[in-house]
């Protein structure tokens, strides 16, 4: 390792953990351990500037090809913003920030510092490429522009999220209101937007508002496929008398890993417990099925809970294909 990549180990990573900077504090043991550190930040900081690029090109082309010029609407910051342009001359690059400020100062309370420099570096983005690359106006079918308009703005806040920010603020104040006064995120949400499109009805007609409502529930489910992936996993937990035949079925049938709990069985009139196993295992949506059969084949009356799972990360079941 050279001596200038040792130098910007010692000011960032390891200067993070002791307040001296001096080279020989340092063992090699621990400018190893930096310099893997500083790879995978490197790495992850990449692959969150190409995932943030993607969402605001994705945005900027939903807007500016599908709903500006056909005068629909989003819900959230968005929405807002698309409304008063809609409303006034003042361009929307420049209300996309200043709609989004509020909510950038929020977040950096709410969330945290990293997150808001990134969202407000997201945001400033959007509103570069809006204000200097022109796309052309794809179609002027009412259905199409609220469906794909939708499509490629969910999209843009689905790659933004998945990059470490947003360019809709409207979350962080749910996740602060919520907070504050005990109610769930989504009831915050859905006022929110009642909200926005009873002003569209009110302004711009109730069938702009209806078709923006279509727009709404495309961007929603796009970004709700963006951020949490294509397949769908579920977490799957198994009380059972014959759990080592079970754990063995897991790994040699089904191609999966398991982990295996110490627990005690409480059931009984009399409140009887003995020691048992409880397996645990990640499966694909589609094995659920498989995975079922396989356990009604040892133990037809098994005790089986099953769990919806966002997202895996490490272990084998991305690793290794459906069986």
């Given at each position: 390792?050279?001596?200038f990549?040792?130098?910007?180990?010692?000011?960032?990573?390891?200067?993070?953990?002791?307040?001296?900077?001096?080279?020989?504090?340092?063992?090699?043991?621990?400018?190893?351990?930096?310099?893997?550190?500083?790879?995978?930040?490197?790495?992850?900081t990449?692959k969150d500037?190409?995932?943030?690029?993607?969402?605001?090109?994705?945005?900027?082309?939903?807007?500016?090809?599908?709903?500006?010029?056909?005068?629909?609407?989003?819900?959230?910051?968005?929405?807002?913003?698309?409304?008063?342009?809609?409303?006034?001359?003042?361009?929307?690059?420049?209300?996309?920030?200043?709609?989004?400020?509020?909510?950038?100062?929020?977040?950096?309370?709410?969330?945290?510092?990293?997150?808001?420099?990134?969202?407000?570096?997201?945001?400033?983005?959007?509103?570069?490429?809006?204000?200097?690359?022109?796309?052309?106006?794809?179609?002027?079918?009412?259905?199409?522009?609220?469906i794909?308009?939708g499509?490629?703005?969910?999209?843009g806040?689905?790659?933004?999220?998945?990059?470490?920010?947003?360019?809709?603020?409207?979350?962080?104040?749910?996740?602060?209101l919520?907070?504050?006064?005990?109610?769930?995120?989504?009831?915050?949400?859905i006022?929110?937007?009642?909200?926005?499109?009873?002003?569209?009805?009110?302004?711009?007609?109730?069938?702009?508002?209806?078709?923006?409502?279509i727009?709404?529930?495309?961007?929603?489910?796009?970004?709700?496929?963006?951020v949490e992936?294509?397949?769908?996993?579920?977490?799957?937990?198994?009380?059972?008398?014959?759990?080592?035949?079970?754990?063995?079925?897991?790994?040699?049938?089904?191609?999966?890993?398991?982990?295996?709990y110490?627990?005690?069985?409480?059931?009984?009139?009399?409140?009887?417990?003995?020691?048992?196993?409880?397996?645990?295992?990640?499966?694909?949506?589609?094995?659920?099925?498989?995975?079922?059969?396989?356990?009604?084949k040892?133990?037809?009356?098994?005790?089986?809970?099953?769990?919806?799972v966002?997202d895996?990360?490490?272990?084998?079941?991305?690793?290794?294909?459906?069986?």
């Amino acid at each position: 390792m050279n001596a200038f990549l040792k130098k910007i180990i010692a000011r960032t990573i390891l200067r993070q953990k002791e307040r001296t900077t001096a080279l020989q504090r340092y063992s090699s043991f621990a400018f190893a351990k930096a310099y893997r550190e500083l790879r995978i930040v490197l790495k992850r900081t990449v692959k969150d500037i190409i995932l943030i690029s993607i969402g605001i090109f994705s945005a900027a082309f939903g807007f500016k090809g599908f709903l500006l010029t056909n005068r629909f609407i989003d819900g959230g910051a968005t929405g807002i913003s698309l409304l008063i342009s809609v409303l006034t001359p003042i361009p929307l690059h420049w209300l996309i920030i200043a709609v989004n400020i509020p909510f950038v100062v929020l977040a950096y309370f709410v969330v945290g510092k990293q997150f808001a420099i990134k969202t407000a570096l997201a945001i400033t983005g959007l509103s570069l490429v809006l204000a200097t690359i022109s796309f052309p106006n794809v179609t002027n079918d009412n259905l199409l522009v609220a469906i794909f308009g939708g499509f490629f703005l969910g999209g843009g806040i689905g790659f933004a999220i998945r990059g470490g920010a947003v360019i809709d603020g409207t979350e962080v104040l749910a996740i602060y209101l919520s907070r504050k006064f005990g109610t769930t995120i989504g009831d915050i949400i859905i006022a929110i937007n009642v909200f926005i499109f009873g002003a569209a009805a009110h302004f711009l007609g109730v069938e702009i508002a209806l078709y923006s409502m279509i727009t709404y529930l495309a961007a929603s489910k796009t970004l709700d496929f963006i951020v949490e992936g294509i397949e769908e996993y579920i977490g799957v937990t198994i009380v059972s008398s014959h759990s080592e035949e079970i754990r063995q079925m897991i790994i040699q049938v089904m191609g999966r890993g398991v982990t295996v709990y110490s627990g005690k069985s409480g059931y009984g009139k009399r409140g009887e417990t003995r020691d048992t196993e409880i397996i645990y295992t990640v499966i694909t949506r589609l094995e659920l099925s498989k995975l079922t059969t396989e356990i009604e084949k040892i133990e037809p009356n098994a005790f089986v809970v099953m769990n919806p799972v966002k997202d895996t990360k490490g272990g084998m079941i991305k690793r290794r294909p459906l069986h």
